[in-house]
């Protein structure tokens, strides 16, 4: 079976599009773009990083989500008339997210282990690894520590000035995540 011509001509047209619209932004601006993304995808990943930490914590239940609420006697079917998945590929595709799972903790856990000496790692580890619960009615909340609160609680303590300011904060913030992202993505990070 050929390809019509017209779909030929879109494709050619949309390649040429995107080429041009690459070649109209800078070498410079694409790097600096790369670094930007390595810099909110680091912060995403602390963010995320208890969570996923306990999420790959018992691989026996990270493998069995995969068959969670489904029956025995539908029978499951994917888009473009490929075949259903048989239990065995499910489970095979559930592995390999579980060991890329893992990979990236063990990824995350190195990167936190270089800056752990630095000063400014408590910042990090108060934004981004411990959760401040709060109460509201029955229930209990968990929020990120605003870079006043952190402030707050590092003044004075740990090398740490009695006039440590929010900006400050930042600052130790930036430096590390961006340090991490390096680690974490090599020179597109850079």
Request: charge should be neutral.
């Amino acid at each position: 079976m050929g390809v019509s011509k017209e779909t030929k001509e879109t494709i050619v047209t949309t390649i040429d599009e995107v080429f041009k619209k690459m070649n109209s932004i800078s070498w410079i601006d694409r790097q600096k773009a790369m670094k930007d993304e390595a810099f909110k995808n680091t912060e995403k990943i602390l963010y995320c990083y208890q969570t996923l930490k306990e999420h790959v914590a018992d691989e026996r239940e990270y493998l069995d989500i995969a068959f969670h609420g489904k029956s025995k006697s539908i029978t499951s079917y994917t888009k473009n008339g490929s075949a259903p998945k048989d239990n065995d590929m499910i489970l095979a595709d559930r592995q390999a997210s579980y060991e890329r799972s893992r990979s990236d903790i063990e990824r995350i856990e190195k990167a936190l282990a270089k800056i752990e000496g630095r000063k400014g790692y408590e910042v990090i580890r108060i934004r981004y690894l411990e959760r401040k619960k709060t109460r509201e009615g029955n229930r209990t909340a968990e929020d990120v520590y605003t870079y006043e609160e952190i402030a707050d609680m590092l003044a004075g303590q740990d090398g740490y000035s009695e006039n440590l300011n929010e900006k400050t904060v930042r600052n130790y913030k930036n430096t590390l995540v961006r340090e991490m992202a390096v680690l974490l993505f090599g020179s597109d990070a850079i």
